[in-house]
Structures are given as structure tokens and as C-alpha cells.
């Protein structure tokens, strides 16, 4: 079974984030969460004050202080409504003689809900920076009520987010990317391998991805691990090379790792740079070689079990060697029917 998040885990996450410098230990994803909502906190607060400050000139105090905060929320609302609305637009085909749009639709759609969960959560920073303004500013009783209201409400969005930071920057993917940005073409047969990779139904689903040089084989397996990170799934990327070291390591000693999980008790795995593929051909570690790497240059049980339990990228390169790859697979463990290839 997958590991999940502990409270102990959150609770040490933010004490890093908390305490230490920037210059020191470098920003983590979910230190960059929290400075970018008090960013939209601040967002609503300072341009509201600076309202007030013109209302102020013309119109009473009371008057200024009861309506900045209002306009500025508004103001943030329609820009975050066009923000919303602009890639859903931009990449859709419509033949609306009043809105015509026309470009290139997306390899895969993103997760629109997702989207909007997010946008409603950045909308509610903004409101209570610019409500509390208005709670300072002595406006009424109904900036009091809707800053507990909006602090209320953001209970659950903060708890969320944190935690799905914290599940994206624990696999420690070479970059961010979502499958959405993903923009290479794609066959329908490949789409719908995709899909089936990312059904919780197929937990110990292992998909080959072949490709030439800058084919976006790396950016797709990262995409897709990146939809299941935010589901809250446990994820490791790693290389070939480096796992092949850490196959000689017994559970207990990775278990040691300062991190909540390994690639023994993940949900999700990527072995990347398996094969480089075209312009180089030459397999650079064999399916032979790297099954003498499971079982340790023996027969490892325990290795083989771990690594076919979990559900796993292999991003190849060359597909010539296709045939030993999947038979590798099928030695330590696999079912037929839960191996699935990619070309691109």
C-alpha cells in the first residue's frame, strides 16, 4: 500500500519552511504556497488601503473605508475571471459567428475543476486581505462577519494545497509540468493508454514510453506523475543509474531516508534515461543487465515484488529492445495485461 502524509510530516514541512533562510536551504513548494497567498492577502489589503486613501479626498470617511475594499475584490474577480476563462478559450475551436476562436486544442484537457479550485482559493486571499481593511477601519459589523466567514472558509483549501505541495515536491521531479502543458501530438490509441495509466483501477499498471531525443518522452512521464502527485498519490522519479544503486539497499535501510517514502513504498514510479534513443541507438543498459541490478546479482525476491507492485513509467528511448524489456517485466513478476507501451 502507498504511503500517505503524517501530521509529523506536515508539522516538520512547516517548521522547515518557517524557519531558516531562503539563501541557506533553498525555497520548497510549499514555502512558495504560503509567500504567494500572504502575496494575495497583500493584494487585497494594499490596494484597497490606497483607495481608501483617494476616496478619502472626495467622499467621508465611513464612505471610503465601507467601499474601497469592495471595488478592489471586484477589480480581482474580473481579472481572475478573465485569468480563468483565457486559457479555456485560447485553445478550443469555436465556429460562434459572435466568438470566433481558432488554435491548436490541447493534447489533453486540463483539470478544469482543479483550475477552478484554485482560482476560488486565490479569490478568497484576495477578499479577506481587502475585508480586513474594513475590519481595521471600524466599517461594520459586515466586515467582521465576512473575514471569520473567509478565514472559515479557507480552512480546507490551505490544508489541501499544503499537502498537495507537499506531494509534488517530495518525488522531486526535474520540473514542474502538468499534462495539459504536454503539447506533442498524439494518436487516439496513445491518448487513450494515458488515460487508462491514470484510472486508479490500473495501481500496478507499467507503461514503457519510447522516443527520440526531444520527443517529450521525460515531460510527458513527469506530466502524468504530476496528475497523480496532485491526487495525492506517493511518487518517485529517479534514473536508471540511481536506482540500480538503490536496488542494493535493504527496506529498512532506505527506510532510514529523511523522506516520507522511497520507491519501495510509493504508488508511482518513474525510472527515467533508461536508453537515451535516437541519434543513439546502442542500448546503454539492457534488460538483462538491469534484471541483474533487481536481484542484486542473485535472486532478490524482495526487490523483484516491490518493483512489480507499483505502478511505473519506463522511459526508454529505442524501441528495438522492446521485446526484452517486456519479458524482464514479466520474470519478476508482472501480468501481461498490465504492461502498456507509448511511442513518440
Same mark, same amino acid.
Given at each position: 500500500m502507498s504511503k500517505i502524509l503524517k501530521a509529523k510530516d506536515v508539522f516538520a514541512q512547516i517548521k522547515a519552511d518557517l524557519i531558516g533562510k531562503d539563501s541557506y536551504r533553498g525555497v520548497t513548494l510549499t514555502y512558495t504556497w504560503l509567500a504567494n497567498q500572504f502575496g494575495h492577502f497583500s493584494l487585497g489589503f494594499i490596494p484597497s488601503f490606497i483607495l481608501y486613501l483617494i476616496l478619502s479626498q472626495c467622499h467621508t470617511n465611513a464612505y471610503s473605508i465601507s467601499h474601497a475594499p469592495w471595488y478592489i475584490w471586484g477589480g480581482w474577480v474580473a481579472f481572475e475571471t478573465y485569468n480563468f476563462l483565457g486559457p479555456l478559450l485560447l485553445k478550443s475551436h469555436s465556429k460562434s459567428k459572435l466568438l470566433y476562436v481558432k488554435s491548436n486544442p490541447y493534447t489533453f484537457q486540463p483539470a478544469w475543476g482543479n483550475i477552478l479550485f484554485d482560482t476560488l482559493t486565490d479569490l478568497s486571499f484576495f477578499g479577506l486581505g481587502a475585508m480586513f481593511l474594513g475590519f481595521l477601519g471600524k466599517g461594520g459589523e459586515t466586515y467582521e462577519i465576512v473575514c471569520v466567514g473567509l478565514a472559515i472558509l479557507l480552512l480546507y483549501p490551505s490544508?489541501?494545497?499544503?499537502?498537495?505541495?507537499?506531494?509534488?515536491?517530495?518525488p522531486q521531479y526535474p520540473y514542474q509540468l502538468r499534462l495539459a502543458q504536454w503539447d506533442f501530438p498524439m494518436d487516439d490509441a496513445d491518448k487513450k493508454t494515458v488515460a487508462d495509466f491514470l484510472n486508479p483501477a490500473n495501481s500496478k499498471m507499467h507503461l514503457f514510453v519510447f522516443g527520440a531525443e526531444n520527443s517529450g518522452k521525460t515531460s510527458l512521464s513527469v506530466g502524468l506523475a504530476t496528475e497523480l502527485s496532485i491526487?495525492?498519490?506517493?511518487?518517485?522519479? +529517479? %534514473?536508471? @543509474?540511481?536506482?540500480?544503486?538503490? #536496488?542494493?539497499?535493504?527496506?529498512?535501510?532506505?527506510?532510514?531516508? !529523511?523522506?516520507?517514502?522511497?520507491?519501495?513504498?510509493?504508488?508511482?514510479?518513474?525510472?527515467?534515461?533508461?536508453?537515451?534513443?535516437?541519434?543513439? +541507438? %546502442?542500448? @546503454?543498459?539492457?534488460?538483462?543487465? #538491469?534484471?541483474?541490478?533487481?536481484?542484486?546479482?542473485?535472486?532478490? !525476491?524482495?526487490?523483484?515484488?516491490?518493483?512489480?507492485?507499483?505502478?511505473?513509467?519506463?522511459?526508454?528511448?529505442?524501441?528495438?529492445?522492446?521485446?526484452?524489456?517486456?519479458?524482464?517485466?514479466?520474470?519478476?513478476?508482472?501480468?501481461?495485461?498490465?504492461?502498456?507501451?507509448?511511442?513518440?
Open positions: 490544508c489541501y494545497w499544503y499537502l498537495t505541495k507537499m506531494y509534488l515536491q517530495i491526487r495525492h498519490e506517493a511518487a518517485v522519479y +529517479t %534514473t536508471a @543509474m540511481k536506482l540500480s544503486s538503490d #536496488f542494493f539497499y535493504s527496506a529498512g535501510q532506505i527506510g532510514s531516508d !529523511p523522506t516520507p517514502w522511497t520507491w519501495r513504498d510509493a504508488s508511482v514510479l518513474i525510472i527515467d534515461d533508461i536508453n537515451p534513443g535516437k541519434p543513439i +541507438t %546502442t542500448p @546503454m543498459v539492457s534488460a538483462e543487465a #538491469f534484471l541483474s541490478f533487481i536481484d542484486t546479482y542473485a535472486t532478490n !525476491p524482495e526487490n523483484r515484488k516491490a518493483l512489480a507492485s507499483r505502478k511505473t513509467i519506463w522511459v526508454l528511448g529505442s524501441s528495438s529492445e522492446k521485446e526484452s524489456w517486456r519479458k524482464m517485466l514479466l520474470t519478476i513478476g508482472v501480468a501481461e495485461n498490465d504492461i502498456a507501451e507509448i511511442y513518440l
